[in-house]
């Protein structure tokens, strides 16, 4: 008989896709958004100051967003870019009263002439004042947009979303994730008794009349996909959090009025969260900006320091955990401090998020109940396109989930393959300490792990991040004696993963080393001839396949002198 990996029954096959599957055809706006041109390589951001007003009625934003930069060459123009519902009003030079600049507009991107020559490294601003409608999110938060909602109080609720589309949907920046501001700072002005909660720490508000403004400061660098804001009817719980190294960390959350006692308990398990992924990473990255939740008009998303919950206070996760709060939060490590400068490298950020899942289950619980979480995501990989996605294309197809849930499976793998669990939470770790606050691709983890292991790993990421396809393990037991057995789907140089095979009749278990090429195993003729085999397919992400004609492949093979 045949056992793939499964617990209590329940069988979590693994399958491969029988046709090609493409990238989509990209559309102009697409590509110049995602392209890193020279209008916008020949600058560095190091500040935006946001200040817009909010109008719930109309569902309209306006107001001013200055960019500071610097060049990093001599530039005399440059790109932003601003979504075409938006109506730019103008772009003044080093101040709102500055130079008025000529630009012109193409889809998203805005092509500057700026009012003098800028030399390389000198520091210059411009200032951008914009109104209109921003799209609204058709399902946020997979497809980015503006969220324009009402609670059961009938109260506006609000908020935006954009990790896919890019925050330029909604304010004006260099929306590219190559470049993050090393700080924010932010003024949301919103008409009635609606409280504004944005990235960073609360620097106060005003009260104009029938409006008020709220102001926040982010004090770490921030990709421009995780500036965001909330409104609402909010009422603030706070505690604290005391971290591995003894500091403390200010938490306050954010939720709708009726809903504060259940959050207060029920928000609690933060502590446990940040404990073990620290534990797991280092220290959380924002100890000044401090930690907050903010209740959400859609599911959830990991705006810095200001996560996005809207799981409705439920204890998903086995009816332990909630499934939100353990996945945002364990974003603050990898897709916020640790950040890819293109997102078709962001199975990093949600494939080691996704793993980081289940190694909360294992730190907290058992191993076994990581390895379940584990296997039901399994079944939902698709395996139709490379982790690895096209560059310069901002490509993140939120209906393939395959960053998320193979990204998990082929860390899972590689942790079994290195087999040293001491070294793998180090490399997990080495990765972390020395890519946060800065941006990295595949090539950095890649070589990360050579230089912890001291082996050229290239074969194993070959195969899971730039093939489609993952490894069929073809196998058949022949006469109760006789095991023959081969990869299908990879690559020759495929050779070093291990798999283990257990024998029913005889208790006898065997390690190989599956090539492209059929191999045959002799069981020694004095045990017990056997009746069956199990595989290791919980450790590492395979396929089983059974094959009859195996006998005859490794027959010719063997005859030829091969």
């Given amino acids: 008989m045949l056992s793939s990996c499964g617990l209590f029954g329940i069988h979590f096959k693994v399958h491969n896709p029988r046709r090609t599957h493409h990238h989509p055809t990209f559309s102009k706006e697409t590509i110049l958004l995602g392209e890193l041109s020279s209008l916008r390589a020949n600058f560095d951001v190091y500040f935006y100051d946001l200040d817009i007003a909010i109008d719930p009625i109309n569902k309209s934003l306006s107001g001013w967003v ?39 507009r193409v889809e998203r991107a805005v092509y500057i002439k700026l009012g003098r020559k800028i030399k390389q490294g000198e520091l210059f601003s411009l200032h951008v004042k914009y109104q209109g409608k921003p799209v609204v999110a058709r399902k946020p938060p997979w497809a980015g947009g503006s969220v324009w909602k009402k609670d059961k109080q009938d109260n506006h609720w609000l908020g935006v979303v954009c990790e896919v589309d890019g925050s330029s949907l909604w304010f004006p920046c260099k929306d590219h994730t190559s470049d993050e501001a090393d700080s924010v700072h932010t003024r949301f002005t919103i008409p009635g008794e609606l409280v504004v909660v944005s990235n960073g720490t609360f620097a106060g508000s005003e009260k104009n009349g029938n409006n008020s403004s709220y102001k926040w400061h982010v004090h770490y660098p921030i990709n421009t996909y995780n500036i965001t804001f909330y409104a609402g009817d909010f009422v603030r719980i706070t505690d604290s959090y005391t971290g591995i190294t003894g500091k403390t960390l200010k938490m306050e959350h954010y939720v709708l009025r009726p809903n504060a006692a259940i959050a207060a308990g029920h928000f609690k398990q933060v502590k446990d969260i940040i404990r073990i992924y620290e534990q797991l990473y280092g220290e959380y990255p924002w100890y000044k900006d401090g930690y907050r939740l903010v209740e959400s008009p859609y599911m959830g998303q990991e705006h810095q320091t200001a996560i996005a919950y ?22 603050e490590w990898f897709g916020n401090a640790v950040t890819v400068a293109d997102l078709a490298d962001v199975w990093i950020q949600e494939g080691i998020t996704t793993y980081g899942e289940a190694l909360y289950l294992e730190k907290k619980y058992s191993y076994e109940e990581a390895q379940w979480h584990l296997l039901t995501y399994r079944w939902t990989i698709k395996n139709k396109l490379p982790l690895v996605g096209p560059k310069g294309r901002r490509y993140f197809d939120y209906k393939d989930g395959d960053v998320y849930t193979k990204g998990a499976w082929m860390l899972h793998s590689l942790r079994n393959e290195i087999d040293n669990d001491s070294l793998f939470f180090r ?81 006898r278990d065997f390690w190989v080393y599956p090539s492209s090429k059929v191999q045959r195993l002799k069981i020694p003729a004095q045990l017990p001839a056997c009746t069956g085999v199990h595989f290791s397919d919980d450790r590492s992400l395979y396929g089983l396949d059974k094959k009859k004609k195996l006998v005859k492949q490794h027959k010719r093979l063997y005859n030829s002198g091969n």
């Fill in 66 to 104: 200055g960019t500071s930069a610097r060049a990093v060459q001599d530039i005399d123009s440059i790109q932003l870019d601003l979504d075409q519902p938006l109506a730019l009003q103008e772009i003044r030079m080093d101040t709102r009263e500055g130079e008025k600049l000529q630009y012109r």
């Fill in 310 to 331: 809207g799981n409705r206070f439920r204890n998903d996760l086995s009816g332990k955990d909630d499934y939100i709060i353990l996945h945002e939060t364990g974003h």
């Fill in 427 to 507: 490399i997990l770790k080495t990765f972390y300490q020395e890519n946060k606050l800065k941006l990295c691709d595949s090539k950095t983890f890649i070589e990360t792990v050579n230089r912890l292991t001291g082996e050229d790993h290239q074969w194993f990421f070959d195969q899971y991040l730039y093939r489609s396809k993952v490894p069929f393990l073809e196998y058949y037991l022949a006469d109760g004696h006789t095991f023959y057995y081969k990869w299908r789907e990879t690559d020759p140089s495929f050779t070093k993963l291990r798999v283990r095979v257990k024998m029913e009749g005889n208790g």
